[in-house]
């Protein structure tokens, strides 16, 4: 057989295995084309390269993720619930509307995702990357953004209802209109941040940094709110307070 041919039916080899219907993940099926929207709940996907995939509307809760490389996914709607992404690489994705409750996504690298209205309660987020990321009306109720970087985020009318930021990095980010009842800050860093219209019954700001940097513009708190020495807060009025729990994103 001439080399043609030879090279001819290599060819043609791996292009039927490059289109084969499907391939195996820790015994979980996985599609080899970039784009896969079906069912993957469960999967063992940890350290996988998945740049440039399209997930949206997909279901991978409870998968195993830690580690995988994400960059630029297109997943709308994705079911990420329970997943574990812990060290992940994300930067760019698009996660609107996303349901990401009881993630976990200890280290893992966020900058400049898209996540308007996504659900991340009580996601474990200790030392997420979170810089320059777009996460308009999201939800962080409960979640630990314990040692996370969110500088010049925007978090604009996000809830954060007893969310924690111990020693979390919020330089410059947009938090305007946002909830924080109950929330925690020890040692968070927020020069440079705007809280325009934020709302903060019983927060516990007490030991952050930069407040005098910080625009604090239209916010409210309660009496149980705990601020650094010598700062105020006017109190909430009943409609702030009834927007407060109307208007919290789910």
């Not at 979170?130 to 009318?157: C, H, K, P, W, Y």
């Not at 020693?167 to 410059?172: E, K, P, S, V």
Request: hydrophobic share 45%.
């Amino acid at each position: 057989m001439d080399n043609l041919n030879l090279r001819l039916l290599s060819l043609a080899g791996a292009f039927a295995a490059f289109t084969a219907p499907g391939a195996f993940a820790q015994g979980q099926p996985v599609a080899w084309s970039p784009s896969y929207v079906g069912t993957c709940a469960t999967c063992d996907l940890s350290g996988r390269n998945l740049t440039g995939w399209t997930l949206s509307g997909a279901n991978y809760s409870e998968a195993k993720l830690d580690y995988s490389v994400m960059r630029g996914v297109q997943a709308v709607g994705v079911n990420f619930e329970r997943a574990d992404l812990t060290g992940a690489d994300m930067r760019g994705a698009v996660l609107t509307n996303a349901k990401l409750a009881d993630g976990v996504f200890a280290g893992t690298r966020l900058q400049g995702i898209k996540a308007s209205g996504a659900d991340f309660r009580r996601a474990l987020m200790h030392g997420a990357s979170l810089q320059d990321a777009v996460m308009v009306g999201a939800n962080f109720e409960q979640a630990e953004l314990i040692i996370a970087r969110l500088e010049n985020a925007d978090l604009s009318t996000a809830n954060f209802t007893g969310a924690v930021f111990d020693r979390a990095n919020l330089r410059g980010a947009i938090f305007n209109g946002a909830i924080f009842t109950d929330a925690r800050m020890a040692g968070a860093d927020v020069t440079g941040a705007s809280f325009r219209d934020a709302r903060f019954p019983g927060a516990n700001l007490q030991s952050v940094k930069g407040f005098d940097e910080a625009d604090f513009e239209g916010a409210c708190g309660s009496l149980t709110t705990r601020l650094p020495a010598n700062q105020r807060l006017p109190m909430c009025t009943f409609s702030q307070l009834a927007t407060n729990l109307a208007g919290a994103p789910n």
